[in-house]
T-cell receptor, first 112, second 117 residues
């Protein structure tokens, strides 16, 4: 079945460091891909999305490119801030359905 | 983004009792609402999908008689955990899609922590 695999955390970085969180997926057809972020004590928020191959989603300095050849959607940010500390979830929306399939989440901790 | 609220945010109950969790879309009409369960250090697991005015569709392995879902209006869905047991202790999260952001964008509530003693 469809699934999402993302790198295990926690990821600990210093402020202004470069961030990469890997995400790969298995799906039939052409799913839409998402990154959600969950800040402490808050609900999941959509960070960015891409709906077709080679699309790049971007928001708040984060970006991810839909790579169909490698079935990947890695999240990157050039310079992280303490306020980026959160749990990041990669997810796919199957082509056929309306259900989101999530990865297990990666905790990011940024220190000053 | 659109706002979804959940109530209560935290509930502790005795084994055998029933607990109702409310999920409200505050600034959009949610034609479809989803209920997820999140275990510690685990991903979100979809429990059921409900469309306003229709019966919920449950994922495989989720007991529909135990987890009662009602989606009576475009802004409110409820999840009732009936005859709760300690193994039902978890973090329950709802989300909705509708007239905001397209049907592929779900807006999530902050979650409800259920502890069954």
């Amino acid at each position: 079945g469809d699934s999402v695999t993302q790198m295990e955390g926690p990821v600990t970085l210093s402020e202004e460091a470069f961030l990469t969180i890997n995400c790969t997926y298995t799906a039939t057809g052409y799913p839409s891909l998402f990154w959600y972020v969950q800040y402490p004590g808050e609900g999941l928020q959509l960070l960015l999305k891409a709906t077709k191959a080679d699309d790049k989603g971007s928001n708040k300095g984060f970006e991810a490119t839909y790579r169909k050849e490698t079935t990947s959607f890695h999240l990157e940010k050039g310079s992280v801030q303490v306020s980026d500390s959160a749990v990041y979830f990669c997810a796919l929306l199957t082509q056929a359905g309306t259900a989101l399939i999530f990865g297990k989440g990666t905790t990011l901790s940024v220190s000053s | 983004g659109a706002v979804v609220s959940q109530h209560p945010s935290r509930v502790i109950c005795k084994s055998g009792t029933s607990v109702k969790i409310e999920c409200r879309s505050l600034d959009f009409q949610a034609t479809t609402m989803f209920w997820y369960r999140q275990f510690p250090k685990k991903s979100l697991m979809l429990m059921a999908t409900s469309n306003e005015g229709s019966k919920a569709t449950y994922e495989q392995g989720v007991e529909k008689d135990k987890f009662l879902i009602n989606h009576a209006s475009l802004t409110l869905s409820t999840l009732t955990v009936t005859s709760a047991h300690p193994e039902d202790s978890s973090f329950y999260i709802c989300s909705g899609t509708g007239d905001r952001g397209g049907t592929d964008t779900q807006y999530f509530g902050p979650g409800t922590r259920l502890t069954v003693l």
